[in-house]
């Protein structure tokens, strides 16, 4: 496990996505992906296929998995404060991508060395 992966993991689970499923392997996997890519808007095609390539199983498996974690969470009512009704695959890992990238200010440097929290100066924000 790379030490984004490591920080992105305690940054989820903190927000109470519950970890006993596959789902959540493969939300923190697109997180991480969409971390590192610029365009994550084609979930399909880039982030699942990828993670379907790697854990050699289905595209639909993948969405699959993620929708279940995200019904399991939206149940346990952890994820209610963020989001007004259940998010879809989508909402989710782009409201986490785009959370960690602006409203944490990470810059490129600390998302390399596996920080989701910028330690930088605050120029790089």
């Known amino acids: 496990m790379s030490d984004l992966q490591r920080a992105v993991g305690k940054f989820i689970w903190k927000l109470g996505c519950p970890n006993k499923y596959d789902g959540y392997r493969y939300i923190l996997e697109a997180i991480c992906i969409g971390l590192q890519t610029a365009e994550i808007m084609c979930l399909r095609k880039t982030i699942y296929e990828e993670l379907a390539r790697k854990y050699k199983t289905d595209i639909r498996n993948i969405e699959r998995c993620i929708r279940h974690s995200i019904c ?4 346990l009512r952890q994820c209610g404060q963020m989001f007004p009704k259940k998010p879809t695959n ?3 890992i782009c409201y986490f991508v785009e959370y960690i ?4 200010g990470v810059c490129k440097a600390c998302l390399e060395l596996g920080e989701v929290q910028c330690e930088c100066a605050s120029s790089h924000r």
Request: aromatic residues 18%.
């Open 101 to 104: 990238r602006l409203e944490l």
């Open 72 to 75: 399991r969470w939206w149940a």
């Open 90 to 92: 989508r909402e989710l």
